[in-house]
Each structure stands twice: as structure tokens, then as C-alpha cells.
């Protein structure tokens, strides 16, 4: 009884992974397809329309960082501002052309192409971090803010 579950497991097991090898490879020939590209400049522009508001923070955290506190909250809340009503206005107009391949190919118009890079692509330097700030981490990454140091 018990080997013949065992056996149950490990084919199904096989069969779970050899279908998820077969579907990789298919969504991989998919995402070339221009109807792909247009739906996923469709989600493009829809993500940014709803996550505009994250350039804010992110731009006051980069200043911040950067620079001091205050000018890092007035610098970065204004070029959060700008970045967000940019990234606004860059996912309305995806969300409404995207069945057009405009710009060629169904690039994205702003880079990154979403502002939470850390979970849809690139990871976001000093935030995705957080080993540094951690006493029980063992590498040698600066502690942040490091120019409050003295």
C-alpha cells in the first residue's frame, strides 16, 4: 500500500513537471506574438495608472538618501510629483493605444516600466537591500543612510 502511493507521488511529480516544461516553452513563443505585446501593454498602462502614486515616496527615499532629510523630502516630493503625473499620463496613453503598436514594437514609453521594478523586473538598489540594515547580516554592504555617520 505504502509503495504503491509512493509510487502515485512520483508520477504525478513526472507529470507536473514535464507539463510545466511544455507550458515555459510555450508562453515563451506566446509573449512574441503581437497580440501578447498588446496585452501586456494594455497591463503596462493599467499597473502604472494604479502605481503612480508610488513615484512619490520613492523619489523622496532616493533624495533622502542622496542628500539631507529636508531637502531631500522638498526635492524628492517635487520630482515625485512630476514622475508621478508623468507616469500617470505615460499608462492612460498605453491603456488606450494598445491595440496600435506605437511606439514600434509595443515598447514601453518610460523606463523602468513599472514603478515597482523590485517585483515586475530590475530590483531597486537600497530598498530591495534590507540585509544591509540587518546587525545579524554578515556582508560588507553599507549600513543606510551612511552620511548621517561620524
Known amino acids: 500500500m505504502k509503495s504503491r502511493v509512493m509510487m502515485s507521488l512520483a508520477v504525478l511529480a513526472m507529470v507536473s513537471a514535464s507539463s510545466s516544461v511544455t ?15 498588446a496585452f501586456t501593454k494594455l497591463g503596462r498602462g493599467v499597473v502604472n495608472v494604479l ?44 491603456t488606450f493605444t494598445f491595440p496600435f503598436p506605437v511606439p514600434s514594437g509595443y515598447e514601453p514609453m518610460m523606463l523602468p516600466e513599472y514603478i515597482i521594478t523590485d517585483t515586475w523586473g530590475d530590483t531597486i538598489p537600497g530598498i530591495t537591500e534590507f540585509g544591509a540594515n540587518d546587525p545579524m547580516y554578515s556582508g560588507d554592504a553599507p549600513t543606510y ?6
Open 23 to 37: 507550458a515555459r516553452s510555450t508562453n515563451y513563443e506566446r509573449r512574441q506574438s503581437d497580440t501578447d505585446k
Open 51 to 94: 502605481t503612480c502614486w508610488v513615484e512619490w515616496p520613492s523619489n523622496v527615499a532616493t533624495e533622502w538618501e542622496r542628500t539631507d532629510p529636508i531637502t531631500g523630502m522638498v526635492v524628492g516630493s517635487v520630482k515625485g510629483i512630476g514622475w508621478g503625473f508623468a507616469r500617470f499620463a505615460t499608462g492612460v496613453y498605453e
Open 145 to 150: 543612510p551612511q552620511q548621517f555617520r561620524n
